[in-house]
């Protein structure tokens, strides 16, 4: 199928042209020509799937043809919500890309930074809006924002939304939007929370559905490494010996694990940035673009600051923490072998989380290969005085015989996957 059966429009095809899309990914072909029906859609896709596409392009061709962009008020008529600053201004600078032949104006509203260039944007009058929950009802609360207007609504990440507590701003959301209007939900996985709020917002929906959260992509290889808790910095130092892993994207549990990690890796000169919500939108965004700019070779994020990120040919993904959400792994692990792209996925598992590396393999259908030959094994239970003195001069001895074999063998890992 071609961009072209699905009948876009002119100005549309040509940026689509210029972009590079050749043809639509599943998403986009399930998606698309409902929403130009008018159609209400619940679409069940994670990130990289090209969703954005999906339900930026029906919106920016519905809205052109109504012919009304030329008026000379524009209200809001098409709103996008999404759970993250960065996820928002991605969209937009997706919005941008896609209705630039179109003349149709969009503005990016999200807190964290200033508001008067947000608000400014708004009085010159806007087509449509992207918007975090909590700014959107903060603007909206001083008079800048009104949604009478709005004809198409869409809910981005959902739920990421209710992850984040963002369940009462999504209803009072809903409560002040017109009645009468084209509504899409988005969402990775549809626990019954998820399904319940959809009803609340969707009229008759078609429900469209790809790339299954249990499937992770045949492309990346995935590796575990068992240890301990108070090893896993040690082995994450260890692995980054591989001067082969020049970009690494590494996931930690809390903004304070995160934190810590990087204090770590910059003391030992290993150029690190940690990307989290208590860091201001500026932080945030110079740590981003540090680390696509390769001046930075770890971003340290947690699992909320890093959805939606998109980083062309990551190869490297870390989980320092392995999350209790199996389906997180699969998340986590995506942002490495995009679009056919080879990718490695790491993960450091200590005693605590074996029972999580159960459930991820449970849920992905495979067992991840265990590499067992690394300084820092994991302990089976916990060592009595004599034991971790004992335990301590093995540890060392193995430590100077890997790092021996490591050097005969020209510093790189060789043989040492093994498979269970």
């Known amino acids: 199928m071609t961009f072209e059966q699905l009948e876009l429009i002119a100005p549309l095809l040509k940026a689509i042209k210029e972009e590079k899309y050749e043809t639509p990914t599943a998403i986009q072909q399930q998606a698309i020509p409902p929403l130009l029906k008018g159609r209400d859609v619940l679409g069940s896709a994670q990130t990289g799937t090209g969703k954005t596409a999906a339900f930026s392009l029906p919106i920016l061709q519905l809205l052109y043809r109504d012919g009304q962009q030329n008026q000379r ?43 008067g260039s947000q608000t400014d944007a708004l009085r010159r009058g806007v087509d449509i809006l992207v918007a975090t929950p909590g700014r959107l009802l903060d603007l909206m609360d001083q008079g800048y924002i009104t949604l009478k207007h709005v004809e198409y609504f869409v809910l981005d990440e959902a739920d990421r939304m209710l992850d984040m507590g963002f369940i009462h701003d999504i209803r ?27 009803r609340k917002i969707l009229n008759n929906p078609v429900k469209v559905a790809v790339d299954p959260v249990s499937s992770a992509a045949e492309t990346i290889q995935q590796y575990l490494y068992y240890t301990n808790k108070a090893t896993k910095g040690e082995l994450l130092l260890h692995l980054l010996e591989d001067a082969d892993m020049d970009q690494v994207l590494l996931f930690a549990r809390t903004k304070h694990g995160s934190d810590k990690i990087t204090r770590n890796l910059q003391k030992h000169r290993i150029h690190a940035a940690a990307l989290h919500g208590n860091k201001s939108q ?18 340290v994020a947690t699992d909320i600051a890093a959805r939606g990120i998109d980083i062309d040919q990551l190869r490297y993904v870390i989980n320092y923490d392995i999350p209790n959400v199996a389906e997180t792994y699969v998340h986590r692990i995506g ?77 790189r890992q060789g043989g040492g996957w093994r498979r269970r």
């Open 335 to 411: 942002r490495s072998g995009r679009a056919g792209e080879e990718g490695t996925s790491i993960s450091l598992c200590e005693p605590e989380e074996n029972e999580y590396i159960r459930d991820i393999e449970k849920l992905i259908g495979q067992e991840l290969t265990v590499v067992e030959d690394h300084p820092f094994p994991q302990t089976d239970r916990p060592m009595n005085a004599k034991e971790k003195q004992e335990h301590e001069k093995e540890k060392q001895r193995r430590k100077q015989e890997f790092f021996a074999q490591r050097k005969q063998h020209g510093g």
């Open 282 to 299: 500026n932080q945030r965004q110079k740590a981003l673009g540090d680390f696509k700019a390769g001046r930075i070779r770890v971003l």
């Open 172 to 198: 009072k959301l809903i409560a002040v939007l017109p009645r009468e209007r084209q509504s899409l939900f988005f969402s990775a996985t549809m626990p019954d929370n998820i399904v319940e709020l959809s």
């Open 73 to 115: 008020s524009r209200n809001i008529r098409a709103l996008i919500v999404t759970p993250t600053r960065e996820l928002a201004i991605q969209i937009g600078e997706s919005i941008a890309a896609y209705g630039k032949y179109t003349g149709l104006r969009h503005t990016v509203i999200f807190g964290g930074v200033g508001q």
